[in-house]
């Protein structure tokens, strides 16, 4: 009878090194995550990557500590009047400046802020959209609803506004389409089987049966926020549109392939990441140059980025078995809740309850997700030194 290759010497020595990789890997990309989440959260100030002149938004910053918010106003009114000479003026980094303050807690000074952007930039939908929202915070509803309603006749579909506008008139919004009900309806529902298939044990059937509908919710939140994203020419949202269904079917590939074995679907995945690697690192250079926030392109690249080096491994080593594979399947599995539980608490904050987000709650979900997934690579590196002991099959105990 032949013995299976996982069951060699040199194979399995091979694999715990790899576990031990994978598993350090995936606790530094934990950690990364968590620092851009409360950086971004926070709004925590990082250099300007930008060349040329001084950041007129770094100026106001300095500005505002040392001498407050209405002396940078009336510097930022007294440059516009000689066309910002000497400094470099950006929609995004003085955008980027009012949600600063507003993580601050300081909703007036952040509506100063914003009001400046709408003055320079008075067709963006996007500056009224901030300006509403730090005028809602500050309590000054009429104000609100007059920005959120320019930043409609800006862009009618402007979700975040349109939202905003409903709740504080009371009017009725437009029905959402079908295509995002869909949208809504999977992400909940992925983001409520994730949390789910974190808590049940690890091979078991509930395990099994949440962490196969994570699988299908998130495939059908990614095709559809993709569709959406095309049919609205938002190029970032379908890069991440791509990523998601990556992670997650890598992440059941392994959790399925118990040999050591190397396919075509392996060569897919890579070119895939490396794909989606690429597409990052070009986002994130057109951020720069617009004085965008750098922070969720770099946490973006560098997942990508550890997905490509670790699929290449896989394809060299010839394949991937004992607790490498369940590590692989971790933290893939878990950066693609991540991204979606983010992607909701964050990115649609809009329709999180106003008392989690008085108080800076909604961040919690997305640190949890990053939290859970810092234990179980613990536990998996744990069983790894234990298998060096126990000599029996350290998948097996690992599923238990």
Same mark, same amino acid.
């Given at each position: 009878?032949?013995?299976?290759?996982?069951?060699?010497?040199?194979?399995?020595?091979?694999?715990?090194?790899?576990?031990?990789?994978?598993?350090?890997?995936?606790?530094?990309?934990?950690?990364?995550?968590?620092?851009?989440?409360?950086?971004?959260?926070?709004?925590?100030?990082?250099?300007?990557?930008?060349?040329?002149?001084?950041?007129?938004?770094?100026?106001?910053?300095?500005?505002?500590?040392?001498?407050?918010?209405?002396?940078?106003?009336?510097?930022?009114?007294?440059?516009?009047?000689?066309?910002?000479?000497?400094?470099?003026?950006?929609?995004?980094?003085?955008?980027?400046?009012?949600?600063?303050?507003?993580?601050?807690?300081?909703?007036?000074?952040?509506?100063?802020?914003?009001?400046?952007?709408?003055?320079?930039?008075?067709?963006?939908?996007?500056?009224?959209?901030?300006? $509403?929202? !730090?005028? @809602?915070?500050?309590?000054? +509803?009429?104000?609100?609803?007059?920005?959120?309603? #320019? &930043?409609?006749? *800006?862009?009618?579909?402007?979700?975040?506004?349109?939202?905003?506008?409903?709740?504080?008139?009371?009017?009725?919004?437009?029905?959402?389409?079908?295509?995002?009900?869909?949208?809504?309806?999977?992400?909940?529902?992925?983001?409520?089987?994730?949390?789910?298939?974190?808590?049940?044990?690890?091979?078991?059937?509930?395990?099994?049966?949440?962490?196969?509908?994570?699988?299908?919710?998130?495939?059908?939140?990614?095709?559809?926020?993709?569709?959406?994203?095309?049919?609205?020419?938002?190029?970032?949202?379908?890069?991440?549109?791509?990523?998601?269904?990556?992670?997650?079917?890598?992440?059941?590939?392994?959790?399925?392939?118990?040999?050591?074995?190397?396919?075509?679907?392996?060569?897919? $995945?890579? !070119?895939? @990441?490396?794909?989606?690697? +690429?597409?990052?690192?070009?986002?994130?250079?057109? #951020? &720069?140059?617009? *004085?965008?926030?750098?922070?969720?392109?770099?946490?973006?690249?560098?997942?990508?980025?550890?997905?490509?080096?670790?699929?290449?491994?896989?394809?060299?080593?010839?394949?991937?078995?004992?607790?490498?594979?369940?590590?692989?399947?971790?933290?893939?599995?878990?950066?693609?809740?991540?991204?979606?539980?983010?992607?909701?608490?964050?990115?649609?904050?809009?329709?999180?309850?106003?008392?989690?987000?008085?108080?800076?709650?909604?961040?919690?979900?997305?640190?949890?997700?990053?939290?859970?997934?810092?234990?179980?690579?613990?536990?998996?590196?744990?069983?790894?030194?234990?298998?060096?002991?126990?000599?029996?099959?350290?998948?097996?105990?690992?599923?238990?």
């Amino acid at each position: 009878m032949p013995v299976s290759i996982s069951h060699s010497p040199a194979i399995a020595s091979r694999n715990r090194g790899w576990q031990s990789a994978t598993g350090a890997l995936g606790l530094i990309l934990s950690a990364f995550l968590a620092a851009c989440l409360i950086v971004s959260f926070y709004g925590v100030p990082l250099p300007s990557l930008h060349a040329g002149p001084p950041s007129l938004a770094q100026s106001l910053s300095e500005t505002i500590d040392s001498q407050g918010v209405d002396a940078a106003v009336a510097r930022y009114r007294s440059l516009a009047q000689e066309g910002f000479a000497g400094f470099s003026e950006n929609e995004n980094a003085t955008n980027d400046l009012g949600y600063r303050l507003l993580g601050r807690h300081d909703a007036t000074a952040a509506a100063k802020i914003f009001q400046l952007n709408t003055e320079t930039h008075p067709q963006s939908a996007n500056a009224f959209d901030s300006l $509403g929202e !730090a005028q @809602a915070a500050a309590g000054d +509803v009429p104000a609100a609803i007059a920005s959120y309603g #320019a &930043a409609l006749r *800006q862009n009618p579909r402007f979700k975040t506004s349109a939202i905003a506008y409903a709740r504080l008139t009371g009017i009725p919004r437009k029905p959402y389409l079908p295509l995002v009900l869909l949208h809504i309806s999977a992400g909940l529902g992925a983001i409520a089987l994730g949390l789910a298939a974190l808590v049940f044990r690890k091979g078991g059937r509930m395990h099994r049966w949440t962490g196969t509908g994570f699988l299908i919710a998130i495939l059908f939140m990614a095709g559809d926020a993709g569709y959406l994203a095309i049919i609205g020419n938002e190029p970032q949202n379908i890069l991440a549109a791509f990523f998601t269904p990556y992670l997650v079917l890598t992440a059941w590939l392994a959790a399925k392939r118990r040999e050591m074995k190397v396919d075509a679907l392996n060569l897919i $995945g890579l !070119a895939a @990441a490396w794909l989606i690697t +690429v597409g990052g690192i070009a986002f994130g250079l057109k #951020a &720069a140059s617009e *004085q965008a926030s750098l922070v969720p392109f770099v946490g973006f690249v560098i997942t990508a980025l550890i997905a490509t080096v670790t699929d290449l491994r896989v394809i060299l080593a010839g394949g991937i078995t004992g607790g490498a594979r369940i590590a692989r399947h971790l933290w893939r599995m878990c950066a693609a809740l991540f991204i979606a539980v983010a992607s909701f608490f964050l990115g649609q904050s809009q329709l999180v309850p106003q008392t989690l987000r008085d108080y800076n709650l909604e961040v919690i979900p997305p640190l949890v997700v990053i939290l859970a997934l810092i234990h179980w690579l613990a536990r998996n590196l744990y069983e790894r030194r234990r298998s060096l002991r126990d000599p029996a099959p350290l998948s097996t105990r690992a599923a238990a």
